[in-house]
């Protein structure tokens, strides 16, 4: 992928530039949704004042009538950017997701596509309650028909929002409220929906994590290296397709795996990940799969019950220890 490098050293205004460099040189990029004039969330922050109300534009409430209307002008050839603020609002416009803009470039073999980009935070960031800290990619993956990219870092927010916006297919981005102001450099080398990042690395134990779990891996794994656990961090920023390369190589050299995510355990990324790692590579695990994830309960929205639901860095490290010394 071709393009400079974004200017910017935090995860949201990494998004906010990776659009506006692709609106540069695309008039067919649009952006709309809610509040994105003013950029409440960050990733849409300053583009309204460059490009004006015909190529960015403020919605009414009503996520299923701008999806949907995002989802003609894919079709009609244009790249709409839509951001829904909080990705649990995905929910009212799931049919147009998941049965339009998932389903047509297969309904109409490869006659129509949906280059479609639909943005909104992932996860919780303090007390904004069950309706807005969600963490819903499962659903998009089981979908069927959409890309998924959960960046955790600048450099992961910058390339895969620039890919996304290329892709013939439609993606979901999302990114989590509580790194906006994460910071980090913005690299020269692209980063592709299908790759992974890794880092840092060890020989003792996988550490598979999604988000902010992989911001908090990294954390773990740099306590866990001053007792002398090598534990290698695979940042699994794509979620569809999903890195599946990386990630067995990483777990034939450790031969120990456990796996992060701040969605509930049920049916999670997470589950998804385990069983891929005990059907490819089951003969090369030392120790039974870890998975450490949210309880099957809403989020709360008193501070304490929540940090007490998502898992943090003691947590992390804690099952790494349990994992090694099985």
Known sequence: MNGSPSGANRLAPAIADAIAQEMRSDPRVLVWGEDVTIGVMGPTRGLAAEFGESRVRD?????????????GAAIGGLRPVVDIMFSSFAYVAFDQL???????????????????????????????????????????LN???????????????????????RSDDPVIVLHHPALAA????????????????????????????????????????GKLAAEGIAAEVVDVCSLSPMPWETI????????RVVVVDEARLTCSV?????????????????????????????????????????????????????????
């Open 59 to 71: 919605c009414p409430i009503s996520e299923a009538g701008f999806v949907g209307a995002a989802v």
């Open 98 to 140: 998941v049965n339009q803009a998932g389903r047509m470039r297969y309904m109409t073999g490869g006659q129509l596509s949906v280059p479609l980009v639909v943005i909104g935070s992932a996860g919780a960031a303090g007390a904004n309650a069950a309706q807005h800290s969600e963490v819903p990619p499962a659903l998009f």
């Open 143 to 165: 979908g069927g028909g959409l890309r998924v990219a959960f960046p955790s870092t600048p450099h992961q927010a910058f390339w895969l929002t620039r890919a996304a916006i």
């Open 182 to 221: 994460a910071r980090g450099p913005v690299g020269a080398e692209p980063l592709e929906l299908g790759q992974a990042e890794v880092g840092p690395e060890g020989d003792d134990v996988t550490i598979l994590a999604v988000g902010l779990m992989a911001h908090r891996a990294r954390s773990a794994a």
């Open 248 to 255: 067995l190589a990483s777990v034939r050299k450790t031969g």
């Open 270 to 326: 997470a589950s998804e990940l385990a069983a891929g790692v005990a059907e490819w590579a089951f003969g090369d695990l030392r120790a039974p799969v870890r998975r450490l994830a949210v309880p099957d309960v809403p989020i709360p929205f008193a501070p304490g019950l929540e940090a007490a639901v998502i898992p943090d860095e003691d947590a992390i490290a804690r099952v790494v220890r349990e994992t090694v010394g099985a």
